[in-house]
């Protein structure tokens, strides 16, 4: 029996590892390294071994309520920790869960949670859940959600949970207007949780974000019916999840017509929740280590399909990433024909032990997403190309953190073609409106986009283009009307539009100053020069100095100055902050973004950096007793930490 439990043990501690790894994999960096299926299979195990063993292993994430928060934004702690829900597959064991009593049955949705609170009927704070113990301040970005309440009757004080979600129609929108397959999102829960929490509430607004209602923490009418708190929350304008009423002879059926509204559903949702009718009764229950015992969560059992896999396409994008893409013989999933499924990367073809002619078996993630949920014959018998499908040139397979990934090593691949032409069109750079990437490739494709200039003169090649697909005659002329607005720029914008190594927006602009908008005294510079500007070093002098040294370079500079023209240069601001370097973090109050505030301060001469240095002058940051890393490094180094009322008012500069 002891081999038999260190063979328990040493698979736990195996199980960990692995849940732990791909758990950051996919919170904190955005990579999938394993399935959802495979996921939830290894989880499951470990839960069992758990409980059968009696054993929990230190970081079992069976113990552990979310994961690590970054530091961009604000924290805050939570009054009471928010626990995760136990789950269940299996309709009898909701059954018997419910017994003699009352239930609320609503969408399980799949998306970021988040606390709002209100006072005098004003909305004065959104929390995310973050770990269940301390979340991320992001009350700017909520005041921008498509459908939240500013505002309510109510003017005592509420504190309410709901989930923020991103539909699929706003998913797939956001997703066709990036070009590139390694680039797009891979599924509506990573674009709403980036979405969510961007430090710019602009972009927040731009994704759609919806609040979907789903607990009443606080406030409200006093009742002990959960039924009656939904109704509460939706007569003060909140979207409140979709629910109904059930008991044990019910939920069954209940159950059943949930999921026939999956594929109808347009929120993305990942199972049920079912929670007492009696709050009361449910609260008297108390909670264990990790779960609620008022609650518990069902997950559909996946739909399960067998079939042959056929081929691996591999398909190139603009970054050299070469992404591996499953064929299989068609099969019947959640009601769709499924032929094609994303493998992601070389490590999951790998694991998966892929070839040709292997028996797998696939399933819909969240009944929406086709994966490969195991191979049965594991022959591994699938070459990873050596050579690029676009180009023909020279593949690599790299380590790129915990994922090996396939590389084309051709700097001229086709593929990588509208990276150069997207930056140069950018809304900091060119700033062509209405011109994405698939766009490009199409204009690439029919021979009409072979240089920078070439977007300036598509009406050479109007009858091509409007053969394309999706490209009629209105199409054209709208951007060719883009193409025509954007001729007028400044030096600096074409600067950075060139796409010379480490140039970005803020040294472009830091250079056009140092020159005085002289576009002959920039593209002239010497390395000397260049190393008299306060932030250029030797590698980006050496690259700006090689750039403009190359034949071919010079031509496209003057193709480019051909068709475009230089506005005419203002009057620069007073250099009031020469020789000071600032950092900006958290959320601003009279800036509209971060950038606004950078340029202001370049504008007057000083610096703005990403990171806290010694170098650093000032922070700026309004909650000067953040626990934040770019804090906490201020203190170390004694930098002074200043709000952006302290900064205006130290520096003569009035409300933007």
């Known amino acids: 029996m002891a081999g038999a439990s260190d063979e328990k043990r040493k698979r736990m501690t195996e199980l960990v590892g692995q849940l732990d790894e791909a758990a950051r994999a996919y919170y904190t960096d955005s990579k999938e390294i394993m399935t959802n299926f495979e996921y939830d299979r290894l989880y499951d195990e470990l839960e069992a071994l758990e409980k059968e063993t009696g054993i929990v292993m230190a970081g079992s994430p069976t113990q552990r309520v979310g994961y690590e928060l970054l530091d961009e934004l604000p924290k805050e702690r939570h009054e009471e920790k928010m626990l ?11 059954v018997s869960w419910l017994g003699d009593r009352k239930g609320v049955l609503s969408w399980k949705l799949d998306g970021l949670t988040v606390v709002l609170t209100y006072q005098g009927g004003e909305l004065v704070k959104a929390v995310t859940r973050g770990n269940g113990e301390v979340g991320e301040v992001i009350t700017n970005n909520a005041r921008v959600f498509s459908n939240i309440p500013l505002t309510i009757p109510y003017k005592d004080e509420v504190i309410l949970r709901g989930e923020a979600t991103i539909s699929y129609a706003e998913f797939e929108r956001i997703n066709a207007g990036i070009g590139e397959a390694d680039a ?3 599924n509506p829960r990573n674009l709403c949780s980036g979405s969510v929490r961007q430090l710019n509430n602009k972009v927040t607004a731009e994704r759609n974000v919806r609040f979907t209602a789903f607990a009443l923490v606080k406030g409200g009418d006093d009742t002990d019916s959960r039924m009656a708190q939904f109704d509460w929350m939706s007569s003060q304008g909140f979207a409140v999840v979709d629910h109904v009423l059930v008991d044990a002879g019910s939920v069954k059926q209940a159950i059943a017509d949930f999921e026939k509204k999956i594929p109808e559903n347009e929120d993305p949702s990942d199972g049920l929740v079912l929670i007492y009718e009696d709050i009361a009764y449910g609260k008297s229950l108390g909670v264990t280590a990790k779960y609620p015992r008022d609650g ?8 399960i399909a067998e079939t042959t896999l056929r081929e691996i396409e591999w398909s190139a994008s603009r970054t050299g990433l070469i992404n591996p893409i499953a064929v299989f013989d068609p099969v019947e999933l959640e009601g769709t024909t499924v032929s094609r499924a994303s493998v992601h990367n070389v490590s999951i073809v790998e694991d998966l032990k892929l070839g040709i002619g292997d028996t797998i078996r696939v399933y819909k993630a969240n009944m929406i997403i086709p994966q490969i949920a195991e191979n049965v014959t594991k022959s591994g018998s699938a070459a990873v190309p050596d050579i690029c499908p676009v180009c023909g040139g020279p593949a690599v397979i790299r380590q790129e953190a915990d994922v090996r990934v396939l590389i084309c090593g051709n700097p001229s691949c086709p593929a990588k073609q509208t990276k150069s032409f997207a930056l140069f069109a950018s809304r900091d750079a060119m700033n062509i409106e209405g011109l994405s990437e698939q766009t490009i490739e199409k204009l690439i494709s029919v021979g009409a986009l072979k240089t920078p200039a070439d977007l300036f003169r598509l009406g050479d090649h109007a009858e091509e283009i409007a053969s394309l697909e999706g490209m009629g005659e209105k199409s054209l002329a709208n951007l060719m009307a883009a193409a025509d607005k954007a001729r007028k720029t400044n030096p600096a914008r074409l600067l950075y539009a060139l796409g010379i190594t480490g140039i970005g927006s803020a040294n472009a602009g830091m250079i056009s100053r140092h020159c005085g908008g002289d576009w002959e005294k920039i593209s002239s510079l010497s390395k000397e020069e260049l190393l008299e500007i ?6 980006l002098a050496d690259a700006f100095t090689g750039y403009f040294a ?9 193709d480019i100055l051909s068709e475009i023209g230089f506005e005419e240069s203002v009057q620069p601001a007073e250099q009031k902050l020469e020789g000071l370097t600032f950092v900006i973090t958290g959320s601003l109050k009279h800036f509209s973004n971060r950038k606004e505030l950078q340029e202001l301060i370049q504008d007057m001469g000083g610096k703005a950096a990403g990171s806290v240095s010694g170098n650093t002058s000032f922070l700026i940051n309004n909650d000067k007793t953040s626990s934040s890393s770019k804090n906490k490094k201020a203190a170390q180094l004694g930098v002074p930490v200043i709000t952006e009322e302290d900064f205006m008012e130290r520096f003569g500069i009035k409300d933007a």
């Not at 995760?84 to 909701?94: A, H, M, N, Y």
């Not at 518990?296 to 739909?303: L, M, S, Y």
């Not at 190359?550 to 003057?558: A, G, H, S």
């Open 296 to 303: 518990i969560a069902f997950k559909w059992r996946d739909e």
């Open 534 to 539: 306060d932030g250029v070093g030797e590698v």
């Open 550 to 558: 190359d034949e071919e370079n010079r031509k496209t500079v003057e």
């Open 84 to 94: 995760s829900l136990g789950k269940t597959k299996d309709p009898d064991e909701i």
């Open 184 to 186: 797009k999102y891979k």
